[in-house]
T-cell receptor, first 113, second 112 residues
Framework: GAVVSQHPSWVICKSGTSVKIECRSL??????MFWYRQFPKQSLMLMATSNEGSKATYEQGVEKDKFLINHASLTLSTLTVTSAHPEDSSFYIC?????????FGSGTRLTVV | DAKTTQPTSMDCAEGRAANLPCNHS???????VYWYRQIHSQGPQYIIH???NNETNEMASLIITEDRKSSTLILPHATLRDTAVYYCIVSPSNNAGNMLTFGGGTRLMVKP
């Protein structure tokens, strides 16, 4: 079945630094990828929609200059959290549409200290 | 905003059927009903989806009412590994590149 590989699975970084999260579709081409954020005991919240070769579309309230999304190929999308702060600590999940619905990555637990 | 309503939590005895309800009274004609589940600290896992007919696969069955305003996900023989948050989502076909909007989901606890 369709597989989305997300790395790293967890990362701890210092406040003010940047962190890059990668999401790869392993056996299919993902024209569109979605990035979600999930805080503890809450549901997934869509951050942005990433289309291959074009600029990402961000949801209201999500800072595009802080959360940089690059979707340069049909199999790779990246999310870079720039100048991270403790309030950015969260679980970040990517998703891509596949043949039988949407496939999700395993998520990245980001802790900013 | 999510277009579905689900109970916040449910318990089920191991080996028994788990029936998870979902209300989607404002569903549009071109929208499918998707079910996903999320085990703690993992990405959501696809379970099943349907448009208007009942569906069954190796994981579960999906029963959609004739008016399509509600549905039920059935796990026929729940195991402890089925403990998770189950999300019912309505969305147009994924071929259109539409995103999924998650509601609160139902936290299913399968007990020995």
């Amino acid at each position: 079945g369709a597989v989305v590989s997300q790395h790293p699975s967890w990362v701890i970084c210092k406040s003010g630094t940047s962190v890059k999260i990668e999401c790869r579709s392993l056996d299919f081409q993902a024209t569109t990828m979605f990035w979600y954020r999930q805080f503890p005991k809450q549901s997934l919240m869509l951050m942005a929609t990433s289309n291959e070769g074009s600029k990402a579309t961000y949801e209201q309230g999500v800072e595009k200059d802080k959360f940089l999304i690059n979707h340069a190929s049909l199999t790779l999308s990246t999310l870079t959290v720039t100048s991270a702060h403790p309030e950015d600590s969260s679980f970040y999940i990517c998703s891509a549409s596949a043949l039988y619905g949407y496939t999700f990555g395993s998520g990245t637990r980001l802790t900013v200290v | 905003d999510a277009k579905t309503t689900q109970p916040t939590s449910m318990d089920c005895a191991e080996g028994r059927a788990a029936n998870l309800p979902c209300n989607h009274s404002t569903i549009s004609g071109n929208e499918y009903v998707y079910w996903y589940r999320q085990i703690h600290s993992q990405g959501p896992q696809y379970i099943i989806h349907g448009l208007k007919n009942n569906e069954t696969n190796e994981m579960a069955s999906l029963i959609i009412t004739e008016d399509r305003k509600s549905s039920t996900l059935i796990l026929p023989h729940a195991t402890l590994r089925d403990t998770a948050v189950y999300y019912c989502i309505v969305s147009p076909s994924n071929n259109a590149g539409n995103m999924l909007t998650f509601g609160g989901g139902t936290r299913l606890m399968v007990k020995p």
